[in-house]
DNA sequence: TTGAAAGCGATACCAA
DNA sequence: TTGGTATCGCTTTCAA
């Protein structure tokens, strides 16, 4: 099975005029004649034409497609994010193509390969949590290939990226907790490798500081993002002497998994231990108790990847000035972390 | 910004020949030199040639790319079948592009049409909710254009279909609840247009036959999938005189949104009232008490659609015969239904 | 065994 | 105002 298309010739030949008078009048052309333009636009209209993007891919050696690699498809997050892209390249005429490296930098530089051989103009990514080394994104940067990073990124490229304030999201995140009654505040942190776990890290760190609650290095858990590695952090807090009060997850995942492991003693949540996490997603009003939490603007952050692709597109590589737009996260107050103080 | 690629050209002339004998050369065509072949290869591998997609495509008159059409990217059982679908197509050595229509009607039918001028060489696609007339997939259909409909389907349009077998999924959970005791099951619906709903909706009324259980109209009450409308629900079977002790939702967002509404009245589930959902998703397990829920295999339904596009793509449009695929559902029992009989 | 050339569909330059 | 033609990169038929 397989359609074919009708093409400029197939309107040219209908209308005896050739296939260069049928493209310059659809592109209505000022040298073309109001009748023939109206003759053209009309028959186009009737058989309803479209041009092959394919055949005009060829000619202007542009795919009209960016590529899009995510950590994971399945991911609220990224599913925002991913609308968000999905919306702001359609309305500028560009398509998507989306690819998950399901966390792995294997499959991720496999995905980059297979992106870059259907010839994209331009590739948005968040890199895996395993990427360390970002050689395949160099190659590309240096090639002069559009290249976004969004919500994760290497500093080492001097590219356009996309970020959440990780920083003030998770000083925000541990001020509220203080001022909720806090003083024995833990995190679970995420990958070091990743910049947002540091960053989040660095705010924590510096907002204990700041509130001048005394720092305990016990009190920092980092956990690889699997559930048993949640399991084991959770439990080295809570068999502490001193028991943190409050936990500060890395991400909705974390706190999720966490709360669960915390119910499970029977503690009490907030009032033995209070939760914040960071997400992105409707279930924290479903939970019990639903989770405080610091909300990343996600759909916007696809939009201004569009948007600094777009920038990077057409710029010329001389003068190409990389923007970094660090968008602000909002602190959703919930259940989990209203106590009676 | 943009990157020139290398073509056959470069490396004809890199070795004195033509672009016709460096083309069959990298194919391994039987009438070539094996010593030009070696020459050629080496060439290639080194400057690291990959061939035009984009020129192939035109050349073939085909796009290597399937179009997916989801109601909600954002959701989580869709996007589960997207990483089925794009790891099936991608190892086939085919591209995904993914829309969404966001479950309205006119955004679907402007999505086909992009999709359609990007050159797609078929469609995958569950139907928005507000979708009843399906004459743009019908053209499309008739212009053999190879049409897969995955989760949702319409039945007038005989073409392949990938769809969980939701009557007995519904008949499942039903039993399901009478085994732990429940005499008055009540049943949210979904929008009475979509072919799920019915088949739940069916499978709903004939396990209550089949088990001997009095059906209630008034326990029935359709839900267009929208926070107001669970509440609306939800609060009229509460306020019956005699209350539902069992609510099977129609998915995971009403039995959600239900059970906070249930459990704000201070009933208790499962004891006052017991739920059972349909999803595909890790959060049943984090809400309390975890969700007993009818698991449909989200994943493979991606991977199978892929594979009957392509059998469709491989007939010929006069023998083409289309395959329905029903895939079979497991009840997952969790808390929501664990009550002491 | 290799090369020249036509053709996929659209665009744009140069002629007429 | 219109038409002929080269071009994008690749495949494939026909000829050498």
Redesign the pocket.
Known sequence: MSY??????DIAKEL??????V?????N????????KKKVMQLATELN????S???S????RSYTIGVIVPEIAHNFYSIVMEGIENAAISAGYNVLFCMSKESKEREVNVLSTLLHSRIDGLLIAPSKETTDYKHLETLFNREMPLIFFDRHCAEIPTSKVLVDDYKGAFKAVDHLASVGCKRIAHIAGPQNLSNSQQRLSGYIDALKALNLKQNDNYIVTSDLTKESVRTCTTRLLEMNEKPDAIFAYNSFLAFESMLIVKDKGLKIPDDIAFVGFANEPMISYIEPSLTTVLQPAYRMGQEAVKLFFNQLNSNAKKFAPETLILETKLLVKASSRRKT
């Open positions: 074919r298309q009708l093409t400029l010739k005896n005029t050739s296939v260069a008078t493209s310059r009048a659809l592109k052309h000022p040298s073309i004649s109001d009748q023939m034409y479209h041009p092959n394919i055949a005009v060829l000619l202007k050696n």
